[in-house]
């Protein structure tokens, strides 16, 4: 199965100038855990990625208001992306060595058209649950948590700042 069938269609996006209070405040109205990070050039270009966890850790960590912080501070620029008829395969095993629970699905200019997450692979895997051939499993789920959850060997830039 390919990853459009899935993934969420309707995704949020924010700009790096905007304040970590606008991405909050986003992530609130359309209750989704992550926001792509775009250029507001027109091109809309996904240049990052920025989670409820980031908001969190970095408002308290530089002990600042969230409208006083910026997106392009605290998001991660290193994104992992997926491609709409990339397989759940693909998309687990990138959740996995990456170790994030979502993925921006971008097209071939790299406009931001979805997400996928973990809830989406685990949802799917309970709607296979009866079938005899499946895409994904439970047991594939909980692996791929447990490696998203394993302890990371690097510091985060945000503890730096």
């Known amino acids: 199965m390919r990853i459009d069938k899935i993934m969420s269609k309707r995704v949020h996006t924010c700009q790096p100038d905007d304040s970590l209070e606008r991405a909050a405040q986003l992530m609130w109205d359309f209750d989704c855990g992550a926001v792509a990070v775009c250029t507001g050039n027109g091109a809309s270009q996904t240049v990052g990625i920025v989670t409820d966890r980031d908001i969190a850790m970095s408002a308290l960590l530089k002990g600042r208001p969230l409208r006083d912080l910026y997106v392009k501070d605290t998001m991660s620029r290193d994104v992992l992306t997926c491609r709409p008829d990339d397989s759940l395969a693909e998309a687990e095993q990138r959740m996995r060595s990456g170790q994030v629970r979502r993925l921006p699905v971008v097209n071939d200019q790299g406009v931001v058209i979805g997400m996928i997450s973990l809830a989406d692979l685990a949802q799917e895997a309970m709607r296979e649950c009866g079938e005899q051939s499946k ?18 060997t690097q510091e985060s830039p945000i503890a730096d700042a």
């Open 135 to 152: 895409e994904i499993t439970e047991n594939e789920i909980g692996d791929t948590l447990a490696a998203i959850c394993a302890p990371r």
